[in-house]
């Protein structure tokens, strides 16, 4: 199947209707309807559910859509593997994929290694963690940047390589005066229970809490930088990255509450796949390699998972991730 149908197919997936994936694929709907019935004759069959809005695959092609999906993965990193070996660019632009959080606060410092080793440009996408990991796996980044609870055993799995870069802490933060309110209760900001944080929070923090203190749940939000705006407006407590905060603790913008109970220590790891990467991926790596720890995180402990450093390591061999 050729590269250009399956992009047309998933833009439509995407998109919900040929329409929007015209636009999207930067071509007159006329244009881009003509394409996908011109694929519909190649294969011999209606792919698409017309009479549906949003529209879908039909059912009998739908259990074929992650499939479709990891093919254009793959040849989009084949795309780029042969444009980086045409031009025989040991700096062809490298893709981090970072946590939100670190996105905001701590890939600064990674974006100024690499343009202190005259490496530019370097591409940063954010998402939560599972969207960096299939990011990585699908080859649309070349390293992973995220935060794991300090001490933990590697957290992607087999098949993948962890350094720990740094260290951040999970703190419980407020404007000053904040504290109970009228009916007792502790205004709190959260996090849904599906996300990094949210798991930190629910699993290791509030049980630790004193337990006298109740909960005033009063927002939940999946963003790090909308939940820190929730607390410099005193709207509760918030559990935010120390690199976040820092500068607002030191002047007394935000304070820790007493009874909001203990800090997270976090690990802040980078992540790559276990299979060799591009050459120009394993130069980028020796880069980061070459750097002591992140800013503001200038201890890395190894907690089991290597320090970061170039590992040379055989297949089979003991301390493979």
């Known amino acids: 199947m050729q590269h250009d149908w399956i992009e047309n197919i998933v833009a439509v997936i995407d998109a919900g209707s040929f329409a929007r994936a015209a636009e999207r694929r930067n071509i007159t709907q006329s244009a881009f309807t003509r394409r996908i019935e011109a694929i519909e004759r190649q294969v011999g069959a209606p792919l698409f559910d017309r009479g549906r809005k949003p529209i879908v695959l039909r059912p009998e092609v739908r259990a074929l859509e992650a499939e479709l999906r990891a093919l254009l993965s793959r040849q989009q990193r084949l795309v780029q593997d042969l444009r980086t070996a045409a031009r025989d660019d040991s700096r062809a632009p490298v893709t ?9 606060t701590l890939s600064p410092g990674l974006v100024r290694r690499f343009a202190a080793a005259g490496w530019e440009p370097v591409r940063v996408r954010s998402g939560n963690r599972d969207e960096c990991l299939l990011l990585l796996v699908s080859g649309e980044a070349d390293f992973v940047v995220t935060y794991a609870v300090a001490g933990s055993g590697p957290e992607a799995g087999t098949g993948f390589v962890e350094h720990v870069i740094g260290r951040d802490r999970l ?9 109970l ?4 209760r502790l205004p709190v900001i959260g996090y849904p229970p599906d996300v ?27 963003l790090t930088l909308a939940a820190y705006r929730y607390a410099a407006d005193g709207l509760g407590v918030a559990w935010l990255p120390e690199s976040l905060v820092a500068a607002d603790l030191r002047a007394g913008r935000l304070v820790r509450p007493p009874v909001a109970g203990p800090d997270q220590p976090l690990d802040v790891r980078l992540i790559r796949l276990a299979e060799p990467p591009r050459a120009a991926a394993l130069a980028a790596w020796d880069v980061l390699a070459a750097s002591p720890g992140l800013e503001r995180l200038p201890d890395p402990p190894p907690h089991g ?3 970061l450093g170039r590992t040379e390591q055989r297949d089979g061999e003991p301390g493979d991730p």
Request: aromatic residues 4%.
């Open 181 to 184: 309110d009228d009916s007792g």
């Open 196 to 222: 990094f944080f949210g798991e930190v929070v629910e699993r290791r923090l509030l049980p630790a809490l004193p337990p006298e203190v109740r909960l005033r749940r009063r927002a939940e939000t999946a």
């Open 171 to 179: 703190l419980p933060v407020a404007v000053p005066g904040l504290g």
């Open 305 to 307: 998972i290597e320090p």
């Open 96 to 104: 981090l994929a970072c946590q939100h959080a670190i996105t905001s």
